[in-house]
């Protein structure tokens, strides 16, 4: 994640730039460097970031996917720390996309909660192949897909338990819609238990995922590594 890797670049160049000098030179050489970033960096495996490939399909609104995502699930799939949600589901009359609505069939209502410290800026509901819904804008990995918002003819978040703000902060409760939802095994509309999206997804039993938009965190790390080479060069 973008906040790990930002975190980490940050202290690397605080503790780098207390680090003592010799003769007007750093004392810091290349692979001491390399090896205080092993080890600071350096931890369980936590963000399980998936690459994504979307499809426009003409249905509620546009689809834009970004190229890597993360997979948010639960806690029954081997899903990291900074990935984990809680989930559930109910029937209900809200409708998402009023325009592809039928009434015969049951829209769900899926509330999940963020159980990560990390604020996730955008997301996306990507059904597994066998999951069928009416709301969707496109398809991500060949799996039937919407961004989970308010804007445009699909709106399927009704309710966010902190900000209106569209950011699924820490702890926040969402609610949103999965109009039509059917899944011939009967699975829940809230089995976000494999990893993988679309045709990707492996593993127990799984209805669907939730992806989260990240940032590049190479790109932040880099920059923190940058300002520990700043820090040192300053005090050279």
Do not use: H, K
């Not at 980490?8 to 460097?33: E, Q, Y």
């Not at 546009?62 to 799939?77: I, K, M, S, T």
């Not at 509901?125 to 060949?142: K, M, R």
């Not at 059917?182 to 976000?192: S, Y």
């Amino acid at each position: 994640m973008l906040y790990r890797a930002a975190l980490c670049g940050a202290v690397l160049a605080d503790r780098l730039a207390g680090l003592g000098v010799r003769g007007g030179r750093s004392c810091v050489r290349a692979s001491t460097l390399l090896a205080i970033a092993a080890g600071f960096c350096a931890g369980p495996a936590l963000a399980f970031p998936v690459s994504l490939t979307g499809a426009n399909l003409a249905n509620c609104d546009p689809l834009a996917v970004p190229a890597q995502a993360d997979e948010l699930g639960r806690n029954v799939a081997g899903f990291p720390e900074d990935e984990l949600i809680f989930a559930s589901s109910q029937e209900t009359d809200d409708v998402a996309c009023a325009a592809t609505d039928d009434a015969l069939i049951p829209n769900a209502a899926v509330t999940i909660r963020n159980r990560t410290t990390i604020d996730f800026l955008e997301l996306w509901y990507v059904a597994d192949p066998e999951t069928s819904l009416s709301n969707f804008d496109g398809e991500v990995n060949g799996g039937l897909a919407f961004r989970i918002d308010t804007d445009g003819e699909n709106a399927p978040l009704v309710f966010e338990s902190q900000s209106q703000d569209g950011i699924f902060e820490a702890n926040e409760r969402w609610t949103f819609v999965i109009q039509d939802y059917q899944n011939p095994a009967r699975l829940t509309p809230f089995a976000f238990t494999s990893l993988g999206v679309g045709t990707d997804s492996a593993g127990g039993p799984s209805s669907g995922s939730v992806v989260a938009f990240i940032p590049e965190p190479a790109s932040a790390f880099l920059l923190g590594l940058g300002l520990a080479g700043l820090a040192l060069r300053r005090r050279s």
